[in-house]
């Protein structure tokens, strides 16, 4: 689905935005004012109250803000109006700085964000005309970036296997004109891409490395997803409760590929490329086992204590490829550990990296666009952790703790290039959110487009 403003030239009604703090005086001027306090209209968070003149007709309606202490725990309060307005046109009345209106814009898109591939849903009926001062097109590149990303993680995996995510992948790059190579099958052993092949080896679905390019000039930025279609663990087979989210186990190359649609429809001046290994991590007879030792593409030797990190695996030989180039950054996506969830939650995403200039660049950005993220450290003392002795590398270090730690310090073994960054995402969102409806969502790809002019000195 595409999201989009309404034309600035539709007959729109007024959304006043009113801060509890501001809404006796706000009251106090209306015509209407004793309708309005008899409606109990309190300026909460999100309330909404229809605003009619003297003789019924609807002259617009107002949206409440919160207090203080509401507006600092709550993103995208003025998504909350998209779905609970009357449909037609609307634009905002208030007193808005430039992020905050675009915040709200931005908001009000995703909210109009629906997944009705199987299931006919409620269209959003209430539209907004872009306010003043925002960059309308941008923000909307950037909503239909993040809709792209949703679509795929909400796709189930019998829908999304590795070839499905390869026909996404390819009609993405088909719509910006760039060029796409796929290595598949047991040829992914000839291009000495060895554990690619290993995890996907077990499933009817032939595992494969995704390679986009785009853009003839500026610096390089190389991005790779942890494209997972479905993780049953293998051997070390998942419960069943474990596998009810395992369609969103690509999550990762969802995520890069909701960015890199952002990057090449806003036209940034990089030479863009994207990595995505599409496995299905399954269970038959040739199934990589526990104590496996794989030889991966830069060589390094890796022992199989758990089947169930397997997105390490695949993300190693695409990072070494990647590496290869030396490109001016590297970032990594992933769904990657349940102690990412554990450490910060659903909402917070968390990265890695030694430069600390991208870190500060990132940070910053993510407050600005509302796109949390949290930074976490390469901590050099858990590295023998990750080094079993009888091979170079563990996937899955015993004792439990620090676990998306020492995935992150598994991964960066494989990238020389100075500038690396990996994200650690959920890629889901538990409950109905403002702007973020339950299901799929992305994380970590605004912060990042935002911060990447300064990173890369675009």
């Known amino acids: 689905m595409s999201l989009s403003f309404a ?229 070390d087979i998942k419960p069943s409760s474990g596998m009810l989210l395992m369609k969103k186990d690509m999550g990762g190359a969802a995520t890069v590929m909701g960015l890199a649609q952002m990057i090449m429809a806003l036209g940034l001046k990089v030479r863009l490329r994207v990595l995505v290994p599409a496995v299905e991590n399954a269970i038959a007879g040739n199934a990589m086992r526990p104590r496996d030792i794989l030889t991966s593409r830069k060589g390094l030797t890796v022992e199989i204590n758990n089947t169930d990190a397997e997105g390490r695996l695949v993300l190693a030989d695409a990072l070494a490829l990647a590496d290869e180039e030396a490109p001016d950054l590297i970032v990594s996506m992933a769904t990657l550990t349940g102690a990412a969830r554990v450490a910060v939650g659903p909402d917070l995403a968390p990265f890695y990296t030694d430069d600390e200039s991208a870190a500060a660049a990132l940070t910053s950005a993510a407050a600005q666009v509302r796109d949390p993220v949290w930074r976490m450290p390469f901590w050099e003392p858990y590295e023998a952790m990750i080094e079993p002795g009888i091979a170079d590398l563990d996937n899955a270090p015993s004792g439990g703790f620090a676990g998306s730690i020492t995935a992150a310090l598994f991964l960066r073994r494989f990238v020389a290039a100075p500038r690396y960054m990996h994200f650690d995402i959920y890629g889901h969102q538990p409950t109905d959110a403002p702007a973020r409806a339950k299901g799929g969502v992305g994380q970590g790809a605004r912060a990042l487009l935002q911060a990447l002019p300064q990173i890369l000195g675009l």
């Open 7 to 235: 034309p600035a030239s539709a007959a729109s009604l007024p959304l006043h935005l009113v801060s509890k703090e501001g809404l006796e005086a706000w009251v106090a001027t209306l015509p209407t004012a004793d309708w309005v306090r008899a409606a109990g209209f309190g300026a909460g968070a999100g309330e909404v109250a229809l605003l009619p003149d003297a003789t019924g007709r609807l002259t617009g309606a107002v949206l409440g803000l919160g207090d203080a202490k509401a507006r600092a725990r709550s993103r995208f309060i003025v998504a909350r109006a998209a779905s609970t307005l009357p449909a037609g046109a609307w634009h905002l009345v208030g007193d808005l700085d430039a992020e905050a209106a675009a915040e709200a814009a931005l908001g009000w898109l995703l909210a109009q964000y629906r997944f009705d591939r199987y299931c006919a849903g409620k269209a959003a009926g209430a539209h907004l005309v872009a306010p003043t001062g925002i960059d309308a097109a941008r923000i909307e590149a950037i909503a239909n970036g993040e809709a792209l990303t949703r679509d795929l993680i909400n796709t189930p995996a019998s829908d999304m296997g590795p070839e499905e995510l390869e026909a996404a992948f390819r009609a993405l790059a088909g719509r910006f004109g760039a060029s796409v190579d796929t290595i598949c099958g047991e040829a992914l052993l000839a291009a000495n891409l060895p554990m690619i092949h290993a995890v996907g080896r077990a499933s009817d679905r032939a595992p494969r490395l995704l390679d986009l390019r785009w853009g003839h000039a500026g610096p390089r930025l190389t991005l790779v997803g942890k494209g997972v279609c479905f993780d049953t663990g293998g051997l």
